[in-house]
């Protein structure tokens, strides 16, 4: 059964950083399509980094070039380093997981979700 749990959230003064990790089980980590997404209170869940089982990254214009996500295979996890945070990168970041298909920033587009780690950005 498909698992994914995320840790490396805290709490942070703006501008700095934090490494998220999530760690999946429960299927071929390198054939799926994994993202990283944040839902703050009264927000619409928000696609902000996917890598596809090639590699291919794709980033939400508002992190880009502060975010990057990265993954190992071997290892069966998926990283989000978060660099130059500010208050609006506070939320509750997730883990999604799925065999390719769709838009890779669509929630809709991903099956499998972990309980996510809280990310608070204090200026």
């Known amino acids: 059964q498909v698992q994914l749990v995320e840790s490396g959230g805290g709490s942070v003064q703006a501008g700095g950083s934090l490494r998220l990790s999530c760690a999946a089980s429960?299927?071929?980590?390198?054939?799926?399509?994994m993202a990283w997404f944040r839902q703050a209170p009264g927000k619409e869940r928000e696609g902000v980094a996917s890598?596809?089982?090639?590699?291919?990254?794709r980033y939400a214009d508002s992190v880009k070039g502060r975010f990057t996500i990265s993954k190992d295979n071997a290892k069966s996890t998926l990283w989000l380093q978060v660099n130059s945070l500010t208050p609006d990168d506070t939320a509750m970041y997730y883990c999604a997981a799925n065999r390719p298909f769709g838009n890779p920033l669509r929630a809709d587009s991903y099956k499998y979700w972990g309980q996510g780690t809280q990310v608070t950005v204090s200026s």
């Open positions: 890598i596809d089982s090639l590699g291919l990254t």
């Open positions: 429960g299927y071929t980590f390198s054939g799926y399509s």
